[in-house]
């Protein structure tokens, strides 16, 4: 986490932190006061990463590409196998070429069309965003672009995930969802429950459909987080019982003051400080696992449990917690429903075990 500051005022974060000051958050010990930029040195950050071979590291924030001379000293002078980042995307354009082509992956937040990213983002942050997408591309890069949805009320998640996969202007062949959905002390002013049976859960029976026959179609396997993620472990015949984002078992958050957390979300979480850069080995990190209800439900072998903070902090109660769950067990089922076409595609030769692939933990849950 490079950084505490963000340059956007987005609904589902800013709005939502506005709306909920007054919210109680338990009996957490909690760190408000977190340095806006890092305070760490750069060595102390390159002996850590030296330690791990398979080290990579995602810059993220707040925004990250607002400290771009630290994005560059980091990669001039740490060691990784990988650098990735998490971004909005309104800066993309100042980072020099020769930095970006070197990231592996960009996760760049967009909701979708135009009309549905401004709503949640703010006016003309979508036309920057993907100006800033076409330069990216014009000046090279080749690595990964995944479009980061965050999803709620105003999303008909069908709809927009196909307008990002298909559109005239610039096409993402990779997307990964999050729903707005136990972060904030917010069930009771929302619409969750009514959106999620009515609109969501039915959008995507329809889009894991539309992805299944665009394989048909195309031999393209389009990088659909969620459903690749699920679709690979039916497909291995693997069980998933630790967390798929990876949080506080094999993927951790750097705060700006070196200390680590599970997940970024969890920044200031004194009670799971689980060590600092200076001193930890990466390799030999304290774990965090979750626990009941995950534990005991019937989809944990293929959910994994989702989402360490939402679990921990319990912001929404068991019972309005329960409708996300119902929408992870409709997301499960509706790619296990399309299984034996996918299972006869590959049968064909149309498409290839290898193209459900992906590289883990890269900031992509799965579990939305
Ligand atoms: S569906 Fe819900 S209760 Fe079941 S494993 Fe996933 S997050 Fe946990
Ligand atoms: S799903 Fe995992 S990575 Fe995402 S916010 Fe929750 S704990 Fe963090």
């Given at each position: 986490?490079?950084?505490?500051?963000?340059?956007?005022?987005?609904?589902?974060?800013?709005?939502?932190?506005?709306?909920?000051?007054?919210?109680?958050?338990?009996?957490?010990?909690?760190?408000?006061?977190?340095?806006?930029?890092?305070?760490?040195?750069?060595?102390?950050?390159?002996?850590?990463?030296?330690?791990?071979?398979?080290?990579?590291?995602?810059?993220?924030?707040?925004?990250?590409?607002?400290?771009?001379?630290?994005?560059?000293?980091?990669?001039?002078?740490?060691?990784?196998?990988?650098?990735?980042?998490?971004?909005?995307?309104?800066?993309?354009?100042?980072?020099?070429?020769?930095?970006?082509?070197?990231?592996?992956?960009?996760?760049?937040?967009?909701?979708?069309?135009?009309?549905?990213?401004?709503?949640?983002?703010?006016?003309?942050?979508?036309?920057?965003?993907?100006?800033?997408?076409?330069?990216?591309?014009?000046?090279?890069?080749?690595?990964?672009?995944?479009?980061?949805?965050?999803?709620?009320?105003?999303?008909?998640?069908?709809?927009?995930?196909?307008?990002?996969?298909?559109?005239?202007?610039?096409?993402?062949?990779?997307?990964?969802?999050?729903?707005?959905?136990?972060?904030?002390?917010?069930?009771?002013?929302?619409?969750?429950?009514?959106?999620?049976?009515?609109?969501?859960?039915?959008?995507?029976?329809?889009?894991?459909?539309?992805w299944v026959d665009y394989m048909e179609e195309h031999g393209v396997v389009l990088r659909l987080y969620p459903f690749l993620g699920v679709a690979q472990s039916l497909l291995l015949g693997e069980k998933r019982v630790l967390l798929r984002c990876g949080a506080g078992w094999i993927n951790y958050a750097i705060q700006t003051d070196g200390y680590i957390v599970p997940c970024p979300t969890m920044w200031g979480m004194k009670d799971y400080y689980l060590g600092h850069i200076s001193?930890?080995?990466?390799?030999?990190?304290?774990?965090?696992?979750?626990?009941?209800?995950?534990?005991?439900?019937?989809?944990?072998?293929?959910?994994?449990?989702?989402?360490?903070?939402?679990?921990?902090?319990?912001?929404?109660?068991?019972?309005?917690?329960?409708?996300?769950?119902?929408?992870?067990?409709?997301?499960?089922?509706?790619?296990?429903?399309?299984?034996?076409?996918?299972?006869?595609?590959?049968?064909?030769?149309?498409?290839?075990?290898?193209?459900?692939?992906?590289?883990?933990?890269?900031?992509?849950?799965?579990?939305?």
């Amino acid at each position: 986490m490079l950084t505490t500051d963000c340059n956007l005022e987005c609904r589902y974060c800013f709005g939502e932190a506005l709306a909920d000051v007054d919210s109680d958050f338990g009996d957490f010990n909690v760190d408000y006061y977190l340095p806006r930029r890092i305070t760490y040195d750069l060595e102390t950050l390159d002996s850590f990463c030296r330690k791990d071979l398979d080290c990579a590291l995602i810059f993220y924030g707040g925004e990250p590409l607002l400290c771009i001379d630290d994005i560059k000293r980091i990669m001039d002078k740490v060691y990784t196998r990988h650098f990735l980042i998490q971004t909005n995307g309104l800066l993309l354009d100042r980072l020099a070429p020769e930095y970006v082509n070197c990231l592996h992956t960009i996760l760049v937040s967009i909701d979708g069309d135009e009309a549905l990213t401004d709503f949640y983002r703010g006016h003309g942050t979508f036309r920057k965003v993907f100006d800033n997408l076409k330069l990216v591309k014009r000046n090279g890069f080749n690595g990964e672009i995944i479009a980061r949805m965050t999803v709620m009320e105003q999303t008909d998640i069908y709809k927009q995930v196909k307008w990002l996969v298909d559109n005239s202007e610039f096409t993402f062949s990779s997307a990964h969802w999050q729903l707005n959905a136990g972060f904030w002390s917010d069930f009771e002013r929302r619409d969750f429950k009514h959106w999620s049976e009515d609109s969501y859960n039915p959008g995507i029976l329809k889009l894991v459909k539309f992805w299944v026959d665009y394989m048909e179609e195309h031999g393209v396997v389009l990088r659909l987080y969620p459903f690749l993620g699920v679709a690979q472990s039916l497909l291995l015949g693997e069980k998933r019982v630790l967390l798929r984002c990876g949080a506080g078992w094999i993927n951790y958050a750097i705060q700006t003051d070196g200390y680590i957390v599970p997940c970024p979300t969890m920044w200031g979480m004194k009670d799971y400080y689980l060590g600092h850069i200076s001193t930890a080995d990466p390799l030999r990190l304290k774990q965090v696992h979750i626990g009941k209800p995950c534990t005991e439900c019937t989809a944990f072998n293929l959910c994994g449990g989702r989402c360490l903070y939402a679990i921990v902090t319990k912001r929404w109660s068991p019972e309005a917690y329960a409708h996300v769950c119902g929408t992870v067990k409709n997301l499960i089922q509706a790619v296990r429903g399309q299984m034996s076409r996918i299972e006869k595609l590959i049968q064909k030769g149309k498409v290839r075990l290898n193209d459900f692939e992906y590289m883990k933990y890269n900031g992509c849950e799965i579990i939305p």
